[in-house]
């Protein structure tokens, strides 16, 4: 039997971040990170494209939280007790300089995630933190003076338990069978499949501000659109996708989605035509993009509107605009799948929120269980917010595992 103060499954951002956390408020403690597989830190190597997105630069817990489909009530107040400039601290405390994107993404000053991984190493070893590999946990049994931890590698001890597993059907099933409730997982963050000849000749098209919507839904988006091999991506689809992950599963991911390229209603963009027709009744109009829209889009949206491919302004008729107009306004594409964003995966899904106390992240029906980053029913959209939701949760833990 092994005995340790404090035992944190999951050997992910999260985990890491409460233990260092922990033994930085109490250095006499046992501390013990139990790792289902033969690495650690996976998700932060490959997040952020090899670059790790740390956290987001939006200083307003009233405003961070709005970036959470599942997670925003119960985060606002956590947020207010530790927030994405305490994350930004805390690194630049440990050597990591970090920069804003003009986007509002975090990044290390390196362009490399290893440089946080080798911080969480580093404080690792400092604070004597003991990180057990390959060991898959079988059961966990909840008993008057704490918890016992079944592993493929032996039977733990410990008055205090993390659990940090991230998106872990295991993990949840033991924790369903000790009387928590956890919501059945669906991904979220992912783009769209769509196989369509407007799209074929031009992936790597980039729309920098259209509006996008679920036909016969309430779901829509705004920012930048990109067309890739298998369908769209970017800013604008992954938030829709995040927001809809219950909605599009049910729906199998397949439905209609619209998009205004140029976010003007139809009748607007018909009577800026008539005046582009008064100003260049010369030009041939495959070959004078408007709206400030890529060329080979714009052309194609053309093409799809019957076009001879040598008209000009002067020539093109009001039916044929109204037919331009809604190419431009009113696309209509239909989505057959998804597709996982890069290598990251992120799910909606988890243990329920109402089983936890947010101020502790401490279960309601066990003490001294606690919760930290994607194993609960909280996830966000893309741009280091998923991450902020792991260093909060886990801060906020560590601050009761330390006691």
Known sequence: MNNFD??????????????????????????????????????????????????????????????????????????????????????????????????????????????????????????????????????????????QIDTTKGLFKTPKLLIATGSNPKIWKLLESLGHQVIPPVPSLFTFNINDTRLKTIPGVVALDVHVSIVNSSLESEGPLLVTHTGLSAPSILKLSAYGALELAERQY?????????????????????????????????????????????????????????????????????????????????????????EEFVTAGGVELKGVNFKTFESKHFKNLFFAGEVLNIDAVTGGFNFQNAWTSAFIAAQELSK
């Open 254 to 342: 397949k439905f209609e989605l619209k998009v205004n390229f140029i976010k003007q209603e139809l009748e607007d963009c018909i009577d800026r035509l008539l005046e582009i027709k008064t100003a260049y009744p010369k030009k041939i109009i495959l070959k004078s993009a408007q709206f400030e829209l890529p060329k080979r889009l714009w052309e194609q949206l053309v093409i799809a509107s019957n076009f001879p491919s040598d008209l000009r302004w002067a020539e093109v008729n009001k039916q044929q605009l109204q037919k331009l107009s809604s190419q431009l306004t009113e696309a209509i594409f239909k989505v057959d799948g998804k597709s996982t964003f890069k």
């Open 6 to 147: 404090v035992l944190i499954v999951g050997g992910g951002a999260a985990g890491f971040f409460a233990a260092i956390n922990t033994a930085t408020q109490n250095p006499n403690l046992k501390i013990a990170i139990l790792e289902r597989g033969s690495t650690v830190l996976s998700k932060v190597k490959i997040s952020g494209g090899g670059r790790c997105n740390v956290t987001h630069a939006e200083f307003v817990p009233q405003e961070l939280v709005l970036n959470y489909p599942r997670g925003k009530k119960e985060l606002r107040g956590p947020f207010h007790t530790y927030m994405t400039g305490d994350t930004m601290q805390w690194f630049e405390d440990r050597g990591v300089p970090l920069k804003i994107e003009d986007d509002g993404r975090v990044f290390p000053v390196s362009n490399s995630s290893q440089t946080i991984i080798d911080c969480f190493l580093e404080e690792i070893k400092t604070h004597q933190i003991e990180v057990l590999l390959n060991h898959s946990v079988q059961g966990i049994k909840y008993e008057t003076n704490g918890w």
